[in-house]
T-cell receptor, first 113, second 109 residues
Framework: EDQVTQSPEALRLQEGESSSLNCSYT??????LFWYRQDPGKGPEFLFT???AGEEKEKERLKATLTKKESFLHITAPKPEDSATYLC??????????????FGPGTRLSVLP | DGGITQSPKYLFRKEGQNVTLSCEQN?????MYWYRQDPGQGLRLIYY???????QKGDIAEGYSVSREKKESFPLTVTSAQKNPTAFYLC????????FGQGTRLTVV
């Protein structure tokens, strides 16, 4: 069964204190791994797509990396506006046709000024 | 502006009532999805559609129905058979990445 787990469940950082979020996955037929940011009461906002082990993507203070079993979202010198829930998802082949996005439960990040 | 529009933002349902959530996209995507989000859980797939006039059940389809008569539209009906419908509902579209609407929060009163 396709599965995505994320750790930690919640993370509290001081402004400027760098850290990493983890996404571990098991999936048959991985097509891609995705990171999203979700603010309270809003829909997820797309951040990155990673397709193969060793790939890295960067956007402002965020960098996503991928191995064969997990992905990391590194946050460098975070600011309070980076506070949000970060979701990881994998795109898996469905048993009938098409593909589905399987989501992890998210990591709730709080950055204190 | 290109994007995905969900309406209404908030919806209240009485016991035994069917309600329909709207989802419209102008991104020319073939694939569209409906997810349900509950506190502390990941998004769970309700229904998906890869092409017009075709759709498939996801992991938690019981008590829900959909239609896909137009490429741009993928409405979700929450029927009275859904015993615990209070949740945040998210519509998405995309053939590679999934792009989301802003969600509809449904509450049973």
């Amino acid at each position: 069964e396709d599965q995505v787990t994320q750790s930690p469940e919640a993370l509290r950082l001081q402004e400027g204190e760098s850290s990493s979020l983890n996404c571990s996955y098991t999936v048959s037929g991985l097509r891609g791994l995705f990171w999203y940011r979700q603010d309270p009461g809003k829909g997820p906002e797309f951040l990155f797509t990673l397709y193969s082990a060793g790939e890295e993507k960067e956007k402002e203070r965020l960098k996503a990396t991928l191995t064969k079993k997990e992905s990391f979202l590194h946050i460098t010198a975070p600011k309070p506006e980076d506070s949000a829930t970060y979701l990881c998802a994998v795109q898996a082949l469905l048993h009938n046709y098409g593909q589905n996005f399987v989501f992890g439960p998210g990591t709730r990040l709080s950055v204190l000024p | 502006d290109g994007g995905i529009t969900q309406s209404p933002k908030y919806l209240f349902r009485k016991e035994g009532q069917n309600v329909t959530l709207s989802c419209e996209q102008n991104l020319n995507h073939d694939a569209m999805y409906w997810y349900r989000q509950d506190p502390g859980q990941g998004l769970r797939l309700i229904y998906y559609s890869q092409i017009v006039n075709d759709f498939q059940k996801g992991d938690i389809a019981e008590g829900y129905s959909v239609s896909r008569e137009k490429k741009e539209s993928f409405p979700l009906t929450v029927t009275s058979a859904q015993k615990n419908p209070t949740a945040f509902y998210l519509c998405a579209s995309g053939n590679t990445e999934a792009f989301f609407g802003q969600g509809t929060r449904l509450t049973v009163v």
